[in-house]
């Protein structure tokens, strides 16, 4: 139900319509090019959408690079590979330390061997063969701790610095799932935690799936600009957030669509959840506070569906999507719970799991 100009392809199976929007197109099916048609066809950057659809039926590699390189953070993978570099380095480095150290103490078992063999022997009751172990041992163990030191500080400071490149890498992962605008979860993240859903069956009779839609949106930027409907988005980002359980998922799904995937809440639990989202959000002003422009009430529909009412994360996807078109069509700003035999005749957006 996005407002935006999107790339619509016929068919359920958005993976192989994506695909062939690129065949078509004579586009490589690379990672960065799918990257790009994905954002169109979800509709989550409209400007994006209008720039792919003026390439009409070709589009050379160098304009679609020119085009990831305006929408999107194209530095992000080669820093995701440089620091995977430098992982790979710190882990050679400290594999070359164990070796060191295996290889001393292989040395050291030696020097402890020959002493042995030297005071075993009958002549060993000489003081001076005594002595002459003695010292040996005392030298070859004290080379032992002196190494054993310089390798346990080697140890330390690979071991800090693969830390501190793990932090890193959270920190780009985190980054890269975040939406900018709005700064709850993204499309991508959406996909990879709906995905997840399923992995077990244990607890789906309190697993839910949440799709929220801004309602007449499309006024709000025709009549106010796409600034205004910006911070609007970002306001109503806000409500939701403030009105739900901290750990519980938020994502912005494209557009002026959210989605929630609840977990560990029963369909009452999560009516509430909703019903409290749709009720703050209406009673929330939205002025400028420069100006004092009013820009109207907010409202939102929401549709949700249990885990048990599907078999996969595309069924589930699929009902909350038709228990939220019920909600827009019988009347917006109001929550509907999927059932079985609803009206289904709509187009719906379908779901899929990113892929890069």
Avoid at 69 to 91: C, D, K
Avoid at 107 to 134: C, F, G, H, P, Q
Avoid at 137 to 153: V, W
Wanted: glycine residues 6%; neutral net charge.
């Amino acid at each position: 139900m996005s407002t935006g100009s999107t790339l619509t392809m016929p068919g359920a199976d958005v993976a192989s319509q994506i695909l062939l929007a690129m065949r078509n197109m004579g586009v490589a099916p690379i990672p960065r090019n799918y990257n790009l048609f994905y954002e169109a066809f979800i509709g989550s950057n409209p400007a994006l959408s209008k720039e792919l659809l003026r390439f009409g039926s070709t589009a050379t590699q160098e304009e679609l690079d020119e085009l990831g390189a305006r929408f999107f953070n194209q530095g992000h993978s080669r820093i995701i590979e440089n620091v995977h570099e430098r992982l790979h380095l710190e882990l050679e480095a400290l594999l070359t330390v164990l070796k060191q150290e295996q290889s001393s103490l292989e040395k050291y078992n030696r020097v402890l061997d020959e002493t042995r063999e030297r005071i075993s022997v009958k002549s060993a009751t000489s003081t001076s063969i005594v002595s002459a172990a003695i010292s040996i041992l005392a030298e070859a163990t004290g080379n032992k701790i002196s190494q054993g030191e310089t390798r346990s500080k080697d140890l330390n400071r690979h071991a800090e610095e693969m830390q501190q490149v793990r932090l890193e890498l959270d920190e780009y992962k985190r980054i890269a799932n975040t939406d900018s605008l709005t700064r709850l979860s993204n499309r991508r993240a959406f996909d990879e935690k709906l995905a997840g859903v399923y992995d077990t069956s244990i607890g789906l009779h309190l697993s839910s799936l949440v799709l929220l839609d801004v309602d007449n949106f499309k006024r709000i930027n025709d009549t106010y600009g796409h600034p205004v409907g910006d911070k609007i988005l970002a306001s109503v980002a806000s409500v939701i957030r403030k009105s739900v359980r901290g750990e519980l998922f938020v994502a912005r799904t494209g557009g002026e669509e959210f989605a929630i995937i609840a977990e560990k809440m029963n369909a009452d639990e999560v009516r509430e959840m909703c019903e409290r989202i749709r009720v703050a959000l209406e009673k929330t002003p939205f002025r400028n506070s420069k100006t004092g422009i009013d820009y109207g009430q907010i409202t939102i529909s929401i549709g949700y569906a249990i885990a048990t009412q599907a078999q996969n994360p595309v069924d589930l996807y699929t009902n909350s999507d038709v228990a939220l078109y019920n909600a827009k069509s019988s009347g917006r700003n109001r929550t509907i719970l999927f059932e079985e035999g609803m009206q289904k005749n709509y187009t719906g957006k379908g779901w899929l799991i990113y892929r890069t």
